[in-house]
């Protein structure tokens, strides 16, 4: 047992966990000791003879909560804290439900329906209502009923409310009530509750059955909520319920990391608390100990910008620390590039192990170019909440119809997109061309290639013969196209596209967003070269499949604390905290993003956003964003973030950093080089006048690269390219190239500084085209 564990605290924080009795509010800034009180208050009151039984505490993850677990077995030794009641909202309501299901008719073990299974009955219902289930999308419907449910609105009163109702009708679904009743009904026919439900009806539940509140009123005498500026109305006045006879609440939250609101959680929480009760005590805490003077600085100034925070002023002892490094770099890619460059040089220079990394993002699909890069330089990843981009289910459908356009045999492809998007091919169809193909010892597409021959009749026929038409034509386009070119027929034809785009809900954009991201990288690969600086002669279909399918095959493992680089969006890293921080894709449209710029309140919790990625930071912050990258299928051009403008002159050093060279921040040190932002002529330009004659590829050994002096002759290290000097090449010298070994160059071409030569590799595939400025080619 830990006997200080009160002297490692501050004053304030102390005063905290010290109140016992009465209802407690901790309104802090990010890294001040919130959670660190939360853990210790629970310990102190244990200490104090309080009952580990009698303790509920509720986290944002199941992480947070295993954590806390820990952190008190620590300080308490023993083994009392497998006692307390700590999870998430959900996990812990579940455990209280599946001891009173019976109550509301429900079985004790109910089943838990996860989105995808809530979906699918919603679409079930659409169906037999005889809606259209593209109008009534069941996505749509699905985030309505789960709306309607954090605002503690059963179908009842969902179908009765007069501005719901008119809601319904300006969006012409006028039937939603009428599905949410019926999917209602039937999940509670199918014993199962949704992810809603956990907190829907242990509402109800603590309503409807007084002896039920009362038995968990006297249960949880003590109860505690970390992050409490994100809970929703349900949980508010779950807890309200739950605390209502010994209003021993203490609820710890700082309002400027607010960012929920979109989920119906609402900073009316933490400005209502001291209302709700009488004799509130309120603890600030103003001391951060998680992030270096600089870090903090640049918050403390960005959050300046909102109106209405609860005022705080935060300040650390920490020392300075480095400065923030804000880098611009061409495009998306050498984003990710440059973040897997500097990953590698940190661990070098500073010995920082993958586990100090995180990157962090607004959007998921963000993570692709970081995952391929950092795969490249065999630098061990993982992607938190969210699956790894390719194994989405939209990818993986998509890249089905390339892998069945390459090769007709690949079953498993097949049997994915046979029927999606839903061309009337059923299950029964499906089930006898698999026992066709096995009784006649043939592959299941040249049953359907001869499906009429096999007895396939009517629209089923038709049906497949249309199937076998189109993926045809996607093969008949391999030898004429490049890749892009067909993977984009392939979304057109197949409508798939266009289905993702009518899906206005925030998933179905987001599945929307993925596929265009799938293309992107389809379209990059075909125009840049690869890091061998091979030219287009080896751009193909089968290439592509190749290279995202080993990507795919990469483990990821799953212990969360293996020591990986961790890639996650920034709502994921809520609580968290990391040595080096990058926050990626600092653009206008993209951070903050382009469907939160139309009002205050959403601009506002987009800055939120940023506050919370910069404090996550304890020692390094990275800020990086492109001057173009790939979205919708096209380059666009961003802006940089209006947040980038926000932020401290003093505390920032500007750079530069793309094509695989070291180069000088552009702008002489001043700002003004920002507004414009993205005028990619001018760049080249500029770019080809600094490097006549010269290499722009530098050394890959580690030599460190030099301490940065000032914003205008900051270095970014770039490790992985082999000095090269092009001048001297011509043709008949023999050289050796990393992959495919000694060769003999026929031919030189190109401008001075982006020579090309053309070598013959007698082992390594023939005739190849170098590009000298990427390849690690060696004259020897
Ligand atoms: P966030 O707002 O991001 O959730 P927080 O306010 O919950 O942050 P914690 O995560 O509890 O902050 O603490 C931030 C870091 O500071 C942790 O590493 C914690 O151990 C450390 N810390 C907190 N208080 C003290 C203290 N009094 N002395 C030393 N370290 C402390
Ligand atoms: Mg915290």
Not at 332 to 348: P, R, S
Not at 645 to 666: L, Q
Request: proline share 4%; with cysteine.
């Amino acid at each position: 047992m830990k006997e200080n564990y009160l002297d490692e605290l501050n004053e304030r924080q102390r005063e905290a966990v010290t109140h016992i009795n009465g209802p407690l509010m901790i309104v802090a800034g990010a890294g001040s000791g919130k959670t660190k009180v939360l853990t210790t208050r629970i310990a102190h009151l244990m200490r104090n003879g309080v009952d580990a039984f009698n303790i509920l505490s509720l986290t944002f993850t199941n992480k947070a909560a295993r954590e806390m677990k820990e952190r008190v077995e620590k300080i308490l030794g023993g083994s009392e804290a497998r006692n307390l009641y700590i999870g998430t909202f959900h996990s812990v309501f579940a455990r209280l439900l599946r001891a009173e299901a019976h109550r509301l008719g429900y079985p004790n073990d109910f089943t838990i329906y996860d989105a995808d299974d809530a979906k699918s009955v919603v679409k079930t219902i659409v169906n037999e209502l005889n809606l259209d289930d593209k109008h009534y999308k069941p996505n749509f419907v699905y985030n309505r009923i789960s709306a309607a449910k954090n605002s503690l609105m059963g179908p009842e009163e969902y179908q009765l409310d007069h501005l719901v109702q008119q809601e319904d009708m300006r969006a012409n679904r006028p039937l939603i009530g009428k599905i949410y009743d019926m999917y209602a009904k039937r999940c509670f026919k199918n014993g199962a509750m949704d992810f809603d439900d956990l907190l829907f009806k242990m509402y109800v539940l603590l309503k409807s059955f007084p002896e039920v509140l009362h038995k968990y009123q006297h249960k949880f005498k003590y109860i505690m909520i970390d992050e409490y500026q994100d809970t929703n109305p349900a949980q508010y006045e779950i807890i309200k319920l739950l605390g209502a006879v010994n209003e021993n609440i203490c609820v710890v939250g700082d309002d400027a990391q607010s960012i929920y609101s979109f989920r119906g959680a609402t900073i009316q929480n933490i400005l209502q608390f001291e209302k709700d009760y009488d004799d509130v005590k309120v603890v600030k805490l103003e001391q951060n100990y998680r992030s270096t003077k600089s870090i903090l600085s640049v918050a403390n100034e960005v959050i300046a910008h909102n109106k209405g925070q609860i005022e705080k002023n935060l300040w650390t002892d920490n020392t300075e620390g480095d400065t923030i490094k804000l880098v611009r770099t061409m495009t998306d890619n050498e984003e990710g590039k440059f973040v897997a460059d500097t990953i590698a040089e940190q661990k070098l220079r500073n010995h920082y192990e993958n586990r100090d990394f995180v990157i962090l993002y607004r959007t998921n699909a963000q993570s692709r170019a970081f995952e391929e890069c950092l795969r490249r330089k065999a630098i061990p990843y993982r992607i938190f909440g969210g699956l790894s981009f390719y194994q989405r289910k939209e990818i993986k459908d998509f890249v089905a119809y390339l892998r069945v356009t390459m090769n007709t045999r690949d079953e498993e492809a097949l049997k994915r997109i046979i029927n999606y998007p839903v061309r009337g091919i059923g299950k029964t169809t499906l089930e006898k061309t698999i026992v066709l193909a096995n009784e006649h010892n043939i592959t299941m597409w040249e049953v359907l290639e001869r499906a009429r021959e096999f007895g396939f009749k009517g629209g089923t026929v038709e049906a497949i013969e249309a199937f076998v038409v189109m993926i045809k034509s996607f093969q008949a386009m391999l030898t004429t196209h490049n890749a892009y070119d067909v993977a984009v027929v392939v979304g057109k034809s197949t409508n798939i596209v266009k289905e993702l785009f009518n899906d206005k809900t925030t998933e179905g954009l987001a599945r929307y967003e993925n596929v265009q991201e799938l293309l992107n990288s389809i379209k990059e690969f075909t125009e840049t070269p690869d890091e061998e600086g091979e030219l287009l002669d080896n751009k193909t279909m089968g290439t592509y499949l190749q290279q995202i399918t080993l990507l795919t095959d990469a483990d990821q493992g799953n212990d969360e604390d293996s020591n990986v680089v961790k890639l996650m969006t920034i709502h994921a890293a809520k609580g968290l905290e990391f040595p080096v921080v990058f926050t990626v894709g600092l653009e206008e449209t993209l951070f903050p993003s382009g469907m939160s710029i139309n009002t205050r309140e959403e601009l506002e919790e987009e800055r939120r956003l940023f506050y919370v990625a910069i404090t996550r930071a304890k020692a390094r912050l990275w800020l990086t964003h492109a001057n173009s990258r790939y979205r919708f299928g096209n380059l666009v051009q961003n802006e940089p973030s209006r947040f980038l403008e926000e932020m401290p002159e003093k505390f920032i050093d500007r750079s530069y950093a793309g094509g695989g060279s070291v180069r000088n921040a552009f702008g002489s040190g001043s700002t003004s080089g920002w507004g414009g932002g993205g005028n990619m002529g001018n760049m080249f330009d500029r770019m080809q006048k600094k490097t006549p004659g010269q290499p722009v590829s530098q050394p890959s050994s580690p030599k460190p690269a030099p301490r940065p002096t000032s914003a205008a002759t900051t270095h970014v290290p770039t490790p992985g390219f082999a000095p090269d000097d092009p001048a001297e090449m011509e043709p008949g010298m023999q050289v050796e190239h990393q992959k495919f070994g000694f060769g003999t160059i026929t031919a030189m071409e190109g401008a001075p500084n982006n020579r090309i030569a053309t070598v013959v590799f007698p082992k390594g595939g023939g005739e190849k085209k170098i590009m000298l400025n990427y390849a690690k080619l060696r004259i020897v």
